[in-house]
């Protein structure tokens, strides 16, 4: 049947309606009964208060196909109309769906309006293409239902552009490629409306030019939410006639109109800002005490819900720091581990560890970062009590060559006191550092689904004497020790220091080696060097967080750069912090390449001053005197994400031998979401939803698969949940990135400085505040937790139009009545 005599059909008048008078009042509407109906219509309404839009005639083409296709549980019929009188009907009421297929334009007057609004009241679904959102411009209700109006009033032209499909559950965007390269014309909006809506597609404004009134990275084009009583789905995208014989077009339009006509459910509250809430759950110490935190250094969720987290060993203002190095208490400090129990809702101190590591701040000779580093508990910790801490203890200092231990060991908790044995500690491993200068200690620690235990340390190598660039130095050294060259840690393959370990600990003490780690070793080259068996990933600088995707074993991890401002042509890159996700053992660059391989200038003796060639990341040397591993080395592989103060993401023309040109001039920023200044690398976790353990305040499931990446700092940098392209590339760009900074709270009042973040099994995130100083804790010093607060999917399961509820609705069932 034709449109236009399906129109006279079902609204009971001429195809264009010119008969049905307005009413003065909004009709009572009763919509199609919802489960099990044969009869599912959408009305497409394509009045313009100027000329029609040439996309009319395209769009109620491809929408009826679409109604006409695919399974038959997902059809429907069409009705299109130019006619607003419609609105004013009770005939209104017999559309699962209205689609604005509109220009611009006050195409309703007030009892239309009316109608409409009633209408969504009533349970309705509302689809809005393109220059629907020019639509009713004097009307705040009508600005609700679309989201967001367009900045200026003239049409843009058609340009490629790559749109990011962050909402990977969504009918309207679960098909689509992540990165769906197509053209269009793309709209610029007068508020950005993301966090007041479910924004599930944004484009990238560096694919094209985006103009006047542009949005910056965070360009949303498609967006949903559950409005007055109703659902409105929105598009910027079909503004061409063309858009609308593109399969994946009509694929995401099929989409919107399951959930907007209640073929199927989507949730479109996830990323409303709204509905979360951060709560600190920590008071402030009592004075002279850490009855509630320590120094703020990492934390651990137990099956059970409870929450232990650690202090480095930096006490309050009024603890004693000693750095003379002539008193036997120099740098000793309180380690702490504590515990906080989500079902009483308070915290109990577990233990201490007497380490080095409260030798306050300072210079790079006085300060120190050593002291309890890192926490993990054993997969079996609810039967066992197993709790592995990596820390420096004290008693092992050498206070005349300044070097410490560093060493990763396995502890009970007494099941009946809670409280951490010190008698019961098995040293796992054990290695040497030089604290004569400060800094990276690394710290972080995870287990994988085998049991295997990933050990996060530092490169021990001074942040000085290099300018801010490689860590090469190979000159400044404290009784035989060289603390300003990389090369004796990060980049030897023969030290524990720089890298992410890989051990399987034993029911004994003792660990033994998984398969598949860098070395075995055995190794050596003609050089003479060796290996150590326990290194997985080496090249890294600082990496104080890591973690494991618990679904698929994918370690990632984030570390801290060096202190460069900015590129030099002489030297090579600025300091990059960086994120990257590692599938296999590895080499990940640091002292010699970083960000997409990018190297820098090698040095060495007698003159460090003097820049030698370039590194050939491919086809890494190690050449330092401080080397007692291979000189041959693996090569430097590209990571996933690294900033600078210049922003996110540099890269640079490169000349015949792949050196970028390092001209801040002729930069361009890949990743235009970030941007560093002062900046500190705080990986987190990638999070997976689990309806069978899901629990009141549990993240919804669009999170599903996302990695969260963060930044100690709050102003510019990164706090953000990223969607990585499918595959395992090494190096491969993120494929969309969305903003966190509303959800976890940032400001003086607010989550300031990230220090970790993890989520408990139940679905909740736990954030450590580190606090407002450096190397002590202070009143801000603070556990949070950050919990959803929104509803389920829509519509209700009930209210499903021709079947039962979907898995996810069942299984959402499930999880709320845990």
Request: glycine letters at 12%.
């Amino acid at each position: 049947m034709a449109a236009g005599a399906l129109a006279a059909s079902l609204l009971g008048g001429s195809p264009a309606l010119a008969g049905t008078p307005p009413v003065p009042s909004a009709p009572k509407l009763q919509l199609p009964s919802p489960p099990g109906g044969e009869n599912v219509r959408v009305l497409v309404f394509h009045a313009s208060a100027g000329e029609e839009p040439p996309t009319v005639d395209a769009g109620i083409e491809a929408i009826e196909k679409i109604g006409q296709s695919g399974p038959a549980a997902e059809r429907f019929t069409v009705t299109a109309t130019a006619d607003p009188s419609v609105f004013a009907s009770e005939r209104l009421g017999r559309f699962n769906a209205v689609v604005f297929l509109t220009g611009g334009g006050d195409v309703l007057d007030p009892a239309q309006e009316a109608g409409l609004q009633s209408y969504m009241e009533a349970g309705g679904g509302f689809l809005g293409i393109h220059g629907a959102a020019r639509a009713e411009p004097y009307s705040e209700w009508f600005t609700g239902l679309v989201g967001a109006r367009p900045e200026g009033s003239g049409e843009a032209t058609t340009q490629r552009a790559t749109v990011e499909t962050g909402d990977r559950r969504h009918p309207a965007t679960k098909d689509l490629p992540v990165e769906w390269k197509r053209p269009d014309k793309w709209l610029n909006w007068q508020e950005n409306p993301s966090g007041s809506v479910h924004t599930v597609a944004r484009v990238r404004e560096r694919t094209y030019e985006p103009g006047e009134g542009a949005m910056g990275w965070d360009h949303p084009v498609s967006w949903c939410r559950d409005y007055d009583g109703g659902r409105s789905f929105y598009t910027a995208m079909g503004g061409t006639a063309d858009s609308f014989q593109e399969t994946d077009f009509r694929a995401h339009l099929r989409g919107a109109l399951l959930w907007t006509t209640r073929l199927a459910r989507a949730d479109c509250q996830a990323s409303v800002t709204s509905n979360y809430k951060a709560e600190r759950v920590t008071s402030a110490n009592q004075p002279g005490q850490s009855d509630q935190i320590g120094e703020p250094h990492g934390l651990a969720t137990a099956d059970d819900g409870r929450v232990f987290y650690i202090g480095r060993g930096g006490g309050d203002a009024e603890a004693p720091v000693v750095t003379d190095w002539d008193d036997p208490e120099v740098g000793k400090g309180q380690g702490t581990v504590h515990v906080y129990d989500p079902a009483t809702k308070k915290v109990q101190l577990v233990g201490s560890l007497t380490v080095f590591g409260n030798k306050g701040g300072g210079d790079e000779l006085v300060k120190v970062e050593e002291g309890l580093l890192g926490i993990a508990l054993d997969p079996d910790f609810a039967d066992n009590g197993w709790m592995y801490l990596h820390y420096t203890p004290h008693s092992q200092l050498d206070r005349d060559k300044q070097l410490a231990e560093r060493r990763v060991s396995r502890f009970t908790v007494d099941s009946r006191t809670g409280k951490l044995d010190k008698s019961s500690e098995k040293v796992l491993l054990k290695w040497p550092v030089q604290v004569h200068s400060c800094c990276h200690a690394g710290g972080g620690m995870a287990f994988d689904s085998r049991r295997n235990l990933y050990i996060a340390t530092g490169d021990n190598n001074s942040s000085q004497f290099s300018d801010g660039y490689s860590g090469n130095n190979p000159e400044p050294s404290y009784k035989g020790t060289s603390f300003a060259d990389a090369r004796r840690t990060a980049g030897n393959t023969n030290n524990l220091n720089g890298k992410i370990l890989r051990i399987h600990p034993e029911d004994d003490g003792t660990y033994t080696l998984p398969e598949g780690n860098l070395f075995t070793g055995e190794e050596s080259d003609e050089g003479g060097g060796k290996t150590r068996g326990e290194i997985y990933v080496m090249g890294v600088r600082n990496p104080a967080r890591i973690s494991i995707d618990p679904k698929t074993d994918v370690l990632y991890a984030g570390w801290v750069g060096p202190d460069a401002g900015e590129p030099s042509t002489t030297w090579g890159p600025a300091k990059y912090d960086t994120f990257a996700r590692i599938t296999e053992a590895g080499n990940q660059g640091w002292p010699y390449c970083m960000g997409n391989k990018q190297p820098y200038r090698d040095r060495n003796l007698p003159d460090p001053d003097k820049p030698l060639g370039w590194y050939d990341c491919d086809h890494l040397k190690n050449e330092s005197p401080n080397n007692d591993g291979l000189v041959n080395i693996p090569p430097a592989r590209a990571n996933n994400i690294w900033y600078s103060p210049q922003g996110g993401g540099p890269d640079y023309p490169r000349d015949e031998n792949g050196v970028p040109s390092y001209k801040e001039e002729e930069q361009e920023l890949l990743l235009p979401w970030l941007k560093g200044g002062g900046q500190a690398t705080m990986d987190g976790p990638v999070y997976r939803y689990d309806a069978s353990a899901a629990a009141k305040g549990a993240w919804p499931a669009y999170w599903d698969g996302k990695w969260f990446v963060g930044d100690f700092y709050d102003a510019d940098q990164p706090r953000h949940a990223v969607v990585m392209p499918d595959g395992d590339e090494p190096g491969a760009l993120p494929a969309h990135a969305e903003s966190l900074r509303k959800i976890i709270p940032v400001g003086e009042d607010g989550i300031r400085n990230l220090m970790d973040w993890k989520f408990a099994p139940d679905g909740s995130l736990y954030v450590l505040d580190y606090g407002r100083g450096f190397f002590t804790s202070d009143d801000k010093s603070a556990l949070w937790h950050v919990t959803y607060q929104g509803g389920a999917a829509t519509p209700a399961p009930g209210d499903v139009v021709r079947g039962d509820a979907t898995d996810d609705a069942k299984n959402e069932a499930k999880g709320a009545s845990r």
